[in-house]
């Protein structure tokens, strides 16, 4: 299984990024994935949630702002980010789960098996 963002890059406040996660080598027809950051000095947190249903979460921090979709066929998610503030500024990962749904627990990275090796994105004032 490997899991690949791209798209990171800088921005200034109020600007916009879309970002890829591509997923080859996972072969399980229903699975959560799960879009978190990690900024200097802090622990990884949850951004945003796509249970298998395709039913989405997102954090208070960013909801409004960002967006998740995913191309079934392809397995690969998409995360959208717009109105980006200079507290965004971390490394994102992407992450996947083989259960149905994590649920009230989504935010926690200890329910994921698998992740991407994170893109950094840096939002400037």
């Known amino acids: 299984v490997q899991l690949v963002e791209s798209g990171g890059g800088s921005v200034q406040a109020g600007g916009s990024l879309n970002v890829s996660c591509v997923v080859s080598?996972?072969?399980?027809?229903?699975?959560?994935m799960g879009w978190f950051r990690q900024a200097p000095g802090k622990e990884r947190e949850g951004v945003a949630y796509?249970?298998?249903?395709?039913?989405?979460t997102y954090a208070d921090s960013v909801k409004g702002r960002f967006t998740i979709s995913k191309d079934n066929a392809k397995k690969n998610l998409y995360p959208q980010m717009n109105r980006m503030e200079p507290g965004d500024t971390a490394v994102y990962y992407c992450a996947t789960s083989e259960r149905w749904s994590i649920g009230g627990s989504w935010a926690s990275p200890t329910f994921y098996s698998n992740w991407g090796q994170g893109t950094q994105v840096t939002v400037s004032s």
């Open positions: 796509m249970a298998s249903d395709g039913s989405n």
């Open positions: 080598g996972y072969n399980y027809r229903h699975y959560c």
